[in-house]
């Protein structure tokens, strides 16, 4: 299977609509702990993503929201905090923590399979699974923080098990491993558990999934500050 | 000097090494005490439960990972009315991530079922009826998710209220949130969806009726799979699964132990090859010589096999009261299970000492004048 055809097949793996809860885990060295369960509403086709993020506990955070848009390689969105203004993501702040954790905004609605460069340039092992080694990189017409982002694919399930993305510099930004890879109800292998570890190299994040409902209607109203705060 | 001090000996001529080779076998051996105490104590603990609610025959959806896939609860009123079947309970039960716990049993039962019976009150009140945003924990649930009567819980998107702290008469039932069926279904938006079935047979049943009774339920209705308690699990992709890892991960951990205590004896050989030859030259037959090498390689695999039971039997218990572990699972440490242990030791010891007894069995009497 060719470069491009792995990253077509992973991009259609990765379209239709979901309801996801998960559970949001930052650990700094120093040992302190945040935690927050999450509810992800999902809506990705083939060019374009819509995202929303919904904290369901603890009740201090409850009600905040993120939404994030993506539409022909252009990303956008809006945070959300109860009785307070609707805040938009700049576009110089796609590089920020969702809910202060290692994953950026760009990360959560970024679909670099999508990317019309797509290479193949190796294959390792990870985690006992013989994973190809995919290289992506933006074109012209998608905007993105990173120069250039490796998955390491595993070519049996289509699953990413490692994600690093790279700076125009080199430098390795964030990297994200899959730890746990579940079966959706369809019996799709979906990654399921995910640790980022960001730019801020003091502290680690884990994302823990508890469930997820597929093909879920979801209208355009979902993906606004109205409809999240509904 | 009898021949088990030339056993003994040979042992303690290399104590570091000795020590080595014994901290090899008692990894191995600790390995298969620890996963396969913790799989059997999995297995354990859900029988314990299922017992402890009054349930004889599970009904539950065919494969499905560790909690079965939902089906319509219409299925109980099909079979409902098969002979000996006293009382039937609609069950949904998750493993789901519940605040700051990644791993929770959310046990929803149908309002009024026999499966709420079992529980015995400890403090606070059952809920009031099967639409009460309230929720009951199991001791260990409770202890676990930092709980009191009166507190919040977030289940799913769903806030409700601990009203009870109960006791199950099992780990599971102790390590589990429960409330009521319709609740949930509301919460995850499943109505009439269920994925299990309880049914408690009347108590004149013979164990032959109750297996002609899950045949006729899965005869009934096709999509579902009908088994007794202590089958349930067995049936279980997940749980086979689970249980097949804890071996196959043990058995690697014995191959480990079974090339380094076959290092050890041949390294052994090697050395002291003037003193066979000289036993040899003395008298020793070769099959004395054999056995020699084959009690010190025995020996090892016991050593190893008792300690690695220790470590075992200590680390599975540490494990099992880290949060992630503490409320899910107990060990299932059966002196049948430690005595396999320290038997597979002693095994490992003989296998790996075959090949190192049958060279120094063909050394050659001469060889020790040639050694020196």
Redesign the interface.
Do not use: A, L
């Given at each position: 299977m060719s470069a491009a055809e792995l990253a077509d097949q992973l991009d259609v793996v990765s379209q239709g609509s979901a309801l996801i809860r998960t559970k949001l885990e930052v650990r700094s060295l120093a040992g302190a702990k945040r935690v927050l369960q999450l509810q992800i509403k999902q809506r990705r086709t083939k060019t374009t993503s819509d995202l929303a993020y919904q904290v369901l506990w603890p009740d201090e955070h409850k009600g905040e929201a993120v939404i994030l848009h993506q539409a022909h390689g252009v990303a956008k969105g809006s945070i959300i905090v109860p009785q307070q203004p609707v805040r938009a993501i700049k576009a110089s702040q796609m590089n920020e923590g969702l809910f202060d954790s290692d994953l950026s905004y760009q990360d959560a609605v970024e679909n670099f399979f999508a990317w019309k460069k797509q290479a193949l340039v190796g294959s390792e092992t990870i985690n006992g699974v013989n994973c190809q080694i995919l290289e992506s990189k933006p074109d012209s017409s998608s905007v993105s923080i990173y120069a250039k982002v490796r998955s390491w694919i595993d070519p049996q399930r289509f699953v990413p098990m490692r994600i690093e993305k790279y700076s125009s510099s080199g430098e390795l930004v964030r990297r994200i491993d899959v730890t746990r890879v579940a079966r959706d109800e369809k019996h799709h292998p979906i990654p399921a558990s995910l640790t980022v570890h960001g730019p801020r190299k003091n502290s680690v994040t884990e994302f823990n999934g508890a469930r997820i409902d597929q093909d879920v209607q979801f209208t355009d109203a979902d993906f606004t500050a109205a409809g999240v705060l509904k | 000097m009898t021949f088990f001090t030339v056993v003994i000996r040979g042992l303690w001529r290399r104590p570091l090494r000795t020590g080595l080779t014994l901290a090899g076998i008692s990894i191995g051996i600790a390995a298969v005490v620890a996963l396969v105490g913790m799989s059997r104590g999995f297995e354990k603990g859900w029988q314990v439960g299922l017992k402890a609610r009054g349930t004889d025959i599970v009904v539950s959806n065919r494969g499905g990972?560790l909690t079965p896939?939902p089906f319509d609860a219409s299925v109980r009123d099909r079979i409902a009315g098969l002979p000996h079947i006293a009382a039937t309970c609609n069950l949904l039960v998750e493993v789901?991530?519940v605040?700051?716990s990644?791993l929770m049993i959310l046990s929803a039962r149908e309002w009024g079922g026999f499966a709420w019976n079992n529980l015995e009150l400890v403090s606070g009140r059952m809920p009031r009826d099967a639409t009460e945003e309230a929720a009951v924990l199991g001791q260990t649930a409770a202890e676990v998710l930092k709980k009191k009567i009166g507190d919040?819980i977030?289940i799913?998107?769903k806030k409700l209220t601990v009203v009870g702290i109960v006791k199950g008469g099992a780990l599971v039932e102790d390590g589990s949130v429960i409330l009521s069926l319709p609740l949930l279904q509301g919460i995850?938006?499943a109505p009439n969806q269920i994925n299990a079935i309880d049914i408690g047979v009347t108590p004149s049943t013979t164990e032959q009726q109750i297996k002609e009774l899950t045949r006729q339920i899965e005869q009934l209705v096709p999509e579902v799979r009908a088994v007794t308690v202590s089958e349930h699990l067995s049936h279980n992709e997940g749980f086979r699964l689970v249980k097949a890892m804890s071996w196959g991960t043990s058995l690697l951990a014995i191959l480990v132990g079974v090339l380094g205590v076959m290092n050890t004896m041949l390294m052994t050989v090697f050395e002291r090859t003037h003193e066979i030859c000289v036993l040899l030259a003395v008298g020793w037959t070769r099959g004395r010589i054999m056995r020699m090498i084959l009690y010190e390689s025995a020996l090892l695999g016991l050593f190893g096999g008792v300690i690695g039971v220790a470590i075992g039997a200590i680390g599975v218990q540490v494990l099992s009261a880290t949060p992630a572990i503490k409320g899910l699972l107990q060990p299932d440490l059966s002196i049948a299970l430690l005595g396999l242990s320290v038997v597979i030791a002693i095994a490992v010891g003989i296998i790996s000492g075959l090949y190192p007894a049958w060279r120094s069995s063909r050394l050659n009497p001469s060889q020790a004048l040639q050694a020196g």
């Open positions: - | 990972s896939k789901t991530s605040e700051e990644d919040p977030q799913e998107t995850i938006g």
